[in-house]
């Protein structure tokens, strides 16, 4: 396990009913936030999708804070989270090492010691993973390291990441644009160097081992070995994940409990087409679905008595 250092600064959240601690485990920036006047409660630990992504759910590009809002409506249900800032935000940090050595494990290295401080801290009654995204697929990995209780995929995809990518390119551009990226990502996939890569495809030479080992992993052989109760969620708006991950994810996990939510979209919110979809990228405010909310909740809070 990572060396620990957990930094000394708490703060109190915006409501009197929860206490928020920025926390370090090893190079990873985290938050904790702990529901006031519960004794041991469950955590979920929120693991982020694709990109350099923050705590709250935030990239440079997009700003719904997907995972601010989530861990609220956890926590006003008496649930702790943890969430915590992906390898690259606010800087390549020197003690992960070099860029270019990044391999899709690191990923998932980070989420297996969060866990790790969790239970060591004995605070928790049990360790969830919630996985929004590509983090659904770092959770399923991670469950396969390291003990936990209860396993939430949202909005994951069933599909090698390479695949999923060639598919949400192949909808958005021309086909003449869409043929070399998708050879390029095809060779990436097999372990080649692309040199120099198609227009449209941004990914360096000196990056691509590692978005090789990303783009090949498979959620569903390890989703099948996983015992632990799992809930997948999936949504009807969802213009990245589409309704055959929600359903291959279904039938390869023997334990799992699914839920298809028509009006939800990628970052949890409810949309009416595809321009209110666009807009919710950027609307920090909006709120989460409320069955999905109230599905996870119950989900993490069985077997509690409370």
């Known amino acids: 396990m990572a060396a620990l250092a957990i930094s000394g600064v708490l703060a109190m959240a915006a409501s009197a009913s929860a ?179 198609p227009p449209g495809l941004s990914i360096a030479p000196s990056m691509q081992p590692g978005i090789a080992s990303a783009f090949t992993e498979d959620p569903i052989d390890p989703l099948k070995q996983i015992t632990q109760p799992t809930l997948i969620i999936g949504g009807g708006r969802d213009r990245q994940v589409a309704r055959v991950d929600y359903a291959a994810l279904s039938a390869a996990s023997p334990v799992a409990k699914a839920l298809w939510l028509p009006d939800m979209n990628h970052v949890l919110v409810d949309v009416s087409d595809e321009a209110d979809d666009i807009k919710a990228y950027s609307d920090s405010e909006r709120p989460l679905d409320p069955t999905m909310i109230d599905t996870v909740a119950d989900f993490i809070l069985a077997g509690d008595a409370r």
């Open 19 to 197: 206490q928020e601690s920025k926390i370090q485990v090893g190079p990873i920036d985290a938050v904790l936030t702990v529901p006031s006047e519960v004794d041991h409660p469950p955590v979920a630990l929120l693991i982020a999708g694709s990109g350099t992504t923050d705590h709250d759910g935030n990239g440079p590009q997009v700003k719904p804070a997907t995972l601010k809002k989530l861990s609220g409506q956890l926590v006003a249900r008496k649930i702790a989270t943890l969430r915590y800032d992906k390898r690259g935000v606010g800087g390549w940090k020197p003690a992960f090492g070099r860029p270019e050595d990044f391999r899709f494990k690191d990923f998932v290295d980070d989420a297996v010691s969060l866990v790790n401080y969790l239970r060591g801290s004995r605070k928790f009654s049990k360790v969830v993973l919630v996985g929004h995204s590509e983090g659904g697929l770092v959770a399923i990995l991670t469950a396969r390291r390291v003990p936990i209780d209860r396993l939430v995929l949202l909005v994951t995809a069933a599909r090698k990441q390479g695949e999923l990518v060639k598919s949400q390119l192949e909808k958005t551009v021309p086909p003449e644009i869409y043929a070399p990226i998708a050879k390029a990502i095809d060779a990436i996939m097999a372990g080649q160097i692309v040199d120099p890569p």
